[in-house]
């Protein structure tokens, strides 16, 4: 076990303040993550250097679409969450408690080596929420930033600001799922609240922190047309035009087994939303679409990156501009 970060010690407990739930145990007591240990006054994260998976990805995977297209990311996760969400992907590890799993060793150092040795261009912190292995993700993108790699991270976006704002020193691009603009929906489908998502956002796009944003599309859950507009209105308002956002197909799973998939026309629909409120780069995640998830320019609407899948077919950016009309397209490429 390794001490954890951002607690406070109280006279018969401690009181975790990673996240916004400030979980206070008594000794012996584990947090809502299920990773973070009272032992004698003591906080301890129990999944330092613990991770459950561990893989090498195309970044578009993550999905980031604009931040080092083609390229591989080193990735892992462990088990453990700060959210409850029923329609969880990732339920398996993500819901688990790191005792579930044998004891995997691999330390910052070792996956900084192997990420190097398998080619990739960054380190990915994703699969469960990462936040809540925080100490473990840290040292390593420390270490990683000293070998020239990038860091990255896939984030429910549920944490505090001053643990934030000390990831953002080390921390080049995010994808934050925000699950819903609906504050009943956080409440009651995850087990959360959204305010503290959109402090999140607000934060990394201030700090310099390559941000894209991924909504996944429930059926009659999350899809009304005005949650949607209101969600891309403030995305519009608060962190701007150019920040991507991945409307992604649902898929049945954990305990929401009987909610349809995603169709391609609700899909399509809140793309339309986003577009028609001058977002500039929208795409469609997790379903086989034709174009849907190609960049173009905003300004001569020519194809720039042509993807099929997590593949690029085609890419017409010439370093961070389009080749045909110069207009600069933000991201990092």
């Not at 590890?93 to 330390?107: G, M």
């Not at 990462?130 to 840290?138: G, V």
């Not at 920040?243 to 995603?262: G, L, M, N, R, W």
Request: aromatic residues 10%.
């Amino acid at each position: 076990m390794r001490e954890a970060s951002y607690y406070i010690k109280q006279e018969d407990s401690v009181k975790c303040v990673l996240c916004p739930r400030d979980c206070v145990l008594k000794n012996g007591e584990v947090g809502f993550c299920k990773v973070r240990k009272n032992e004698n006054g003591k906080l301890y994260s129990l999944v330092y250097a613990r991770p459950v998976a561990v893989h090498v990805d195309p970044i578009e995977k993550k999905p980031l679409f604009h931040f080092l297209p083609g390229s591989k990311t080193f990735s892992i996760g462990t088990a453990g969450c700060n959210l409850r969400c029923q329609h969880c992907q990732n339920w398996n590890i993500s819901q688990a408690k790191p005792s579930d799993f044998s004891d995997r060793v691999l330390e910052p150092k070792e996956v900084v080596k192997q990420a190097i040795e398998q080619g990739c261009k960054s380190i990915a912190y994703t699969y469960n929420e990462p936040t809540i292995f925080f100490e473990y993700m840290i040292e390593t993108a420390k270490l990683a930033k000293k070998k020239g790699l990038k860091n990255v991270a896939v984030t429910n976006g549920f944490i505090h600001q001053e643990p934030l704002k000390e990831l953002c020193k080390y921390l080049d691009a995010v994808n934050v799922d925000l699950k819903s603009f609906s504050k009943q929906f956080y409440g009651k489908v995850t087990a959360a609240w959204l305010e503290p998502v959109l402090d999140t956002i607000k934060t990394l796009k201030e700090k310099g922190v390559w941000l894209e944003i991924t909504n996944l599309i429930i059926p009659s859950v999350n899809d009304s047309d005005i949650t949607i507009k209101e969600m891309c209105e403030w995305l519009k308002e608060n962190v701007g035009v150019d920040v991507p956002i991945h409307f992604s197909a649902f898929h049945p799973d954990y305990k929401f087994q009987d909610y349809p998939p995603t169709s391609i026309e609700s899909l399509t629909n809140a793309r339309d939303i986003a577009k028609n409120l001058g977002l500039n780069y929208v795409f469609v995640g997790n379903v086989f679409t034709n174009g849907l998830e190609n960049t173009t320019c905003p300004n001569c609407n020519k194809l720039l990156i042509d993807r099929r899948g997590f593949q690029i077919l085609e890419n017409n950016m010439f370093k961070n501009t389009c080749r045909f009309c110069n207009k600069i397209i933000m991201g990092v490429f």
